[in-house]
C-alpha cells in the first residue's frame, strides 16, 4: 500500500505540473482532524484528503470543459433580474438589506471548490449572493479558518423530511457528481427534494457524468484491462443509474419545468491537457474504487471480479503502465426552472420621508415572516383576454405597507 501511496503522489504533481492553475491540493488537512478514509454505503469512493486532491482535480478538467462558466447564461440573466427589482426598494430596513442577497446551493458539495469557483463570475456579473454547501458527510470541508464567506452543512439530499423543514430559499440549486451514489428511483427522489427548496423561479442545474459512458481506448479499442468493465458491472449490481444524464433530463420534462435544457460535452472535443488531466484523474478514480472495496472486504472484491486483496492490489500496480491509452467520459449538463412567477417589490409610507431608525422600533417586534398572500378572484369574462396581473397588500401596523405585484414570467403559464 505504501507503494500504492507515493503513485498516487507523483501523479497528482504531474497534473500539477500540465496546469498549475487547477492544481488539486486547495485545502490543507484541518489540524488535529482525521479524515475517515472509508465512506459507508452507498459511496463507493474514499472521503480522505487524497479524495479531496482528486476532487478538486476533477473539477479542474470539468472547469476547463465548459470554459470557466460555472452558471449558465440563463441563470446569470435571472438572478440579476431578481437582484435588480430588490434594489428598487424605497427603503434601506434591516430586512431589506437581507433580501437583497440572492441564495445560493451546492448539493454533494465535497470540499466546496464549486462555490468557491463561482465567487469571480458572480462578482463579475454584480450579483450579490449567500453561498451554502450541502454533503452527507463533512470529512471533505474546509477547516473552519478557511471557509471565509461559505456556510457548509451536512445534509442527505434523499432526506425528504430534513430538506422541507428549509423551506423554499434557494434562486439557485447546483448539484453534480452522484452517479456512483444514486439509484434510478433515488435521482427522482433527489430532483423532487431540490425542488422543495427551490424558490418558484428559481433554477435546478446538474453535472453528471455517467458510468455508461466512461471508456479507456487505445486507437480506438478498448483498454482498461477489464477493470473499467468490472466497475461497471458491479454499478448495475447495485442498481447505479448508467444513463443518469439522460434519465434526469426525462424526469424534468416529465414534471414540466421551464426552460429545460440539456447539453452534452464530450472530451473527446477538448484539447490534449485537459485529456492528460483527465488520464490522471482516470487512474486516481479507478485506484479509489479498488482500494476502497479492498477495505469493505471480500464480498465487495468480488462485485469488482477481484478473487483475493493480492490480485487487487497487482491490478492497481498495473493501471496506467499501458502507454498511449486514453480515458474519456461525456459530461451532461442539465438546467430547469422551477414554474413560478417574477416577483417585485414596493415599499411605500404615503409618500413621507423615509423614517430614522427611532421610528422603526414598532417593525422589529413585528413577525419577520410575509403572510400568504389571499388573491381576489379573477372575474370571467377577463379569462379570454390574457393574463391578468394580481396585486395584493400585506397590512402592517403604523404607517407601513408593502404592495406586491406578481406577473407569470412564462406567457403561457396559468
Known amino acids: ?34 479524515m475517515s478514509t472509508i465512506a459507508k454505503e452507498p459511496y463507493l469512493l474514499n472521503l480522505d484528503e487524497e479524495a479531496s486532491k482528486r476532487l478538486n482535480l476533477q473539477h479542474g478538467i470539468l472547469s476547463r470543459m465548459i470554459d470557466g462558466k460555472f452558471i449558465p447564461e440563463p441563470v446569470i440573466k435571472r438572478l440579476t433580474a431578481i437582484q435588480e427589482a430588490r434594489m428598487n426598494t424605497t427603503y434601506n430596513w434591516p430586512v431589506c438589506e437581507e433580501a437583497k442577497y440572492l441564495k445560493i446551493a451546492d448539493f454533494a458539495t ?81 430532483i423532487d427534494n431540490c425542488l422543495e427548496i427551490l424558490k418558484p423561479g428559481g433554477f435546478l442545474h446538474f453535472e453528471e457524468i455517467p458510468f455508461g ?22 454499478m448495475k449490481l447495485l442498481k447505479r443509474d448508467l444513463d443518469c444524464g439522460n434519465n434526469i433530463y426525462n424526469y424534468l420534462e416529465e414534471l414540466q419545468l421551464w ?24 487512474r486516481l478514480g479507478l485506484e479509489e474504487f479498488i482500494t476502497n472495496a479492498i477495505a469493505r472486504g471480500p464480498e465487495a472484491l468480488k462485485r469488482l471480479g477481484f478473487e483475493s486483496k493480492e490480485a487487487a492490489l497487482e491490478r492497481v500496480a498495473n493501471l496506467g503502465k499501458d502507454a498511449g491509452t486514453q480515458a474519456y467520459f461525456v459530461l451532461h449538463t442539465i438546467l430547469g426552472k422551477k414554474p ?46 390574457g393574463e391578468p396581473e394580481l396585486s395584493f397588500v400585506v397590512p ?9 405585484t406578481v406577473t407569470p414570467s412564462d406567457p403561457g403559464s396559468k
Open 1 to 34: 500500500m505504501a507503494l500504492v501511496r507515493r503513485v498516487r503522489l507523483t501523479r497528482l504533481r504531474q497534473s500539477a505540473r500540465i496546469n498549475p492553475r487547477y492544481s488539486p491540493s486547495l485545502f490543507g488537512q484541518p489540524e488535529g482532524c482525521k
Open 110 to 190: 465535497g470540499t466546496g471548490i464549486w462555490l468557491y469557483s463561482i465567487r469571480e463570475q458572480l462578482k463579475d456579473s454584480g450579483l450579490r449572493s449567500e453561498l451554502h454547501g450541502y454533503d452527507l458527510h463533512d470529512n471533505q470541508f474546509p477547516p473552519d479558518d478557511k471557509r471565509e464567506d461559505v456556510e457548509f452543512h451536512t445534509l442527505d439530499i434523499l432526506d425528504t423530511a430534513k430538506i422541507k423543514e428549509i423551506g423554499e430559499i434557494y434562486h439557485y440549486l447546483h448539484v453534480r457528481l452522484l452517479t456512483s451514489v444514486l439509484t434510478k428511483e433515488q435521482w427522482k427522489v433527489a
Open 213 to 234: 459512458e466512461l471508456s479507456i481506448e487505445k486507437d480506438g479499442i478498448p483498454a482498461s484491462g477489464g477493470v473499467l468493465e468490472k466497475l461497471q458491472a458491479s
Open 259 to 282: 426552460e429545460v435544457e440539456h447539453r452534452k460535452i464530450d472530451l473527446r472535443t477538448c484539447d490534449e491537457e485537459t485529456k492528460q488531466m483527465q488520464n490522471v484523474n482516470a
Open 340 to 385: 413560478g412567477g417574477t416577483f417585485s417589490m414596493v415599499m411605500s409610507c404615503g409618500g413621507e420621508p423615509t423614517p430614522k431608525e427611532s421610528e422603526l422600533e414598532e417593525w422589529k417586534e413585528e413577525p419577520k415572516a410575509v403572510p400568504d398572500p389571499v388573491y381576489d378572484d379573477v372575474p370571467q369574462e377577463q379569462e379570454d383576454t
Open 396 to 404: 402592517r401596523r403604523g404607517r407601513f405597507q408593502v404592495s406586491y
